[in-house]
C-alpha cells in the first residue's frame, strides 16, 4: 500500500487538472490533497468507463432477490469449481485473504484465487444497480479496502507454485484480473455514491499503482501474459495522471504486439489449441482497442 508521500510523488503534479493538489502538497496538507485528488478523481469527464454510474436504471428489485449479496455482506463466500462441490467460508468483520476451505481431492488453488480477483465486487454491485441498496456499495468499499490494507506488495512475484503461497492476493494473473475487470467495473458503477470517500478513491488510485508496477517488474508468458498485459494497460488508461502511465500503456502494447507471433500460430489459432484459452486472447486484443 503506498503511502501518503509516495502516492503523491507518482503522480505527474504538473497536470492542469492536479494543480489544486499540487498546491496542497507543496503547502505540506496531505488532507486537502487528498480531498483535491479525491474530487478529480471523482469528477473527471474525459475519462469513461465502458458504464458509467449515471447509466444505473431505476431500482426494480428489493434486496431479497439477491440472497448470495445478503450473503456476502456478512462475508459469507461460497466458489465451486469444474463439478467439484462448493466450499463455503464465513468470515467475521474482515476476510481471511489467505483462506481455503476446499479439501481432499477437491483441494484447489482456485478458491484463493477467485476470493482475491474479487468476483464478488460483480455480484454486490449488480445488487445495487438493481435495488439502489447501499449497504452493497458499503461492502463492497469495505471489502476493497481492506484487502488493500492487509495485502502488500511481495518482493517477488506472487506466482510461487508451492502450497500454499500465501493467498495468492499478487500472483500475476490474479493482480491482472483486478486491474483490468473487476476494479474498473466497480468503480465506474458506483463511484457516485458517498461510500467512495476521498480517502477511498485515493487509496484505490494508490494501489492501481503499486500493482501495475507489480506487472511491469514480473511479466510471464502465454496467456497469462496476455492478461497481465491487459491489466497494465487498463491502469494506464484509467489513471493517467501517474508519471508512469504512459509507459504502463506502452509497455503492455509492445509485448501484446509479440505476443501475436509468440502465442498465436498463423492461422490464428492460439498455441495451446484450447477453444477457451484462444478465445480468451483474442477477447484481450479487442478489448484492447475498446479501452484505447
Keep these: 500500500m503506498l503511502s501518503d508521500r509516495e502516492l503523491f510523488e507518482s503522480l505527474d503534479l504538473d497536470l492542469p487538472d492536479l494543480a489544486t493538489v499540487k498546491k496542497a502538497v507543496a503547502e505540506g496538507d496531505t488532507e486537502r490533497a487528498t480531498q483535491a485528488l479525491g474530487a478529480h ?15 444505473r436504471p431505476q431500482p426494480s428489485k428489493s434486496a431479497d432477490d439477491f440472497p448470495d449479496a445478503l450473503k456476502l455482506l456478512d462475508h459469507e463466500f461460497t466458489y465451486g469449481f469444474h463439478g467439484a462441490p462448493s466450499y463455503t467460508a464465513q468470515f467475521g468483520e474482515t476476510i481471511d485473504w489467505s483462506a481455503n476451505p476446499s479439501e481432499g ?22 445488487a445495487y ?11 463492497l468499499v469495505r471489502d476493497w479496502l481492506d484487502w488493500i490494507e492487509h495485502n502488500p506488495r511481495p518482493d517477488d512475484s506472487g506466482n510461487s507454485v508451492e502450497w500454499p503461497y500465501g493467498c495468492y492476493a499478487w500472483q500475476t ?3 491482472a484480473i483486478r ?39 514480473w ?3 502465454h496467456n497469462w501474459l ?17 508519471k508512469e502511465a504512459e509507459n504502463w500503456r506502452k509497455t503492455a502494447i509492445e509485448r501484446l504486439h509479440k505476443q501475436l507471433t509468440d502465442e498465436v500460430y498463423p492461422d490464428g489459432a492460439e498455441y495451446e489449441l484450447a477453444g477457451g484459452y484462444g478465445n480468451w486472447v483474442g477477447r484481450n486484443m479487442v478489448y484492447l482497442l475498446e479501452y484505447a
Excluded at 130 to 137: A, K, L, P
Design 226 to 242: 496476455t492478461e497481465e498485459c491487459m491489466g497494465l494497460y487498463t491502469a494506464g488508461v484509467l489513471f493517467p495522471e501517474f
Design 173 to 175: 494473473l490474479t493482480t
Design 129 to 139: 444497480w438493481e435495488t439502489g441498496d447501499v449497504r452493497f456499495v458499503e461492502g
Design 41 to 55: 478523481i471523482r469528477n473527471r469527464e474525459a475519462l469513461k468507463w465502458l458504464t458509467l454510474a449515471s447509466e
Design 179 to 217: 486491474l483490468e475487470r473487476s476494479w474498473p467495473v466497480a468503480l465506474h458503477k458506483c463511484i457516485d455514491q458517498p461510500a467512495f470517500t476521498d480517502a477511498a478513491l485515493c487509496a484505490i488510485a494508490g494501489s492501481y499503482c503499486d500493482q501495475a508496477r507489480h506487472l511491469l517488474a
Design 105 to 126: 481431492e477437491y483441494k484447489t488453488h482456485l478458491w484463493n484465487e477467485s476470493l482475491n480477483r474479487h468476483f464478488h465486487f460483480a455480484k454486490l454491485v449488480d
Design 219 to 221: 511479466p510471464t508468458g
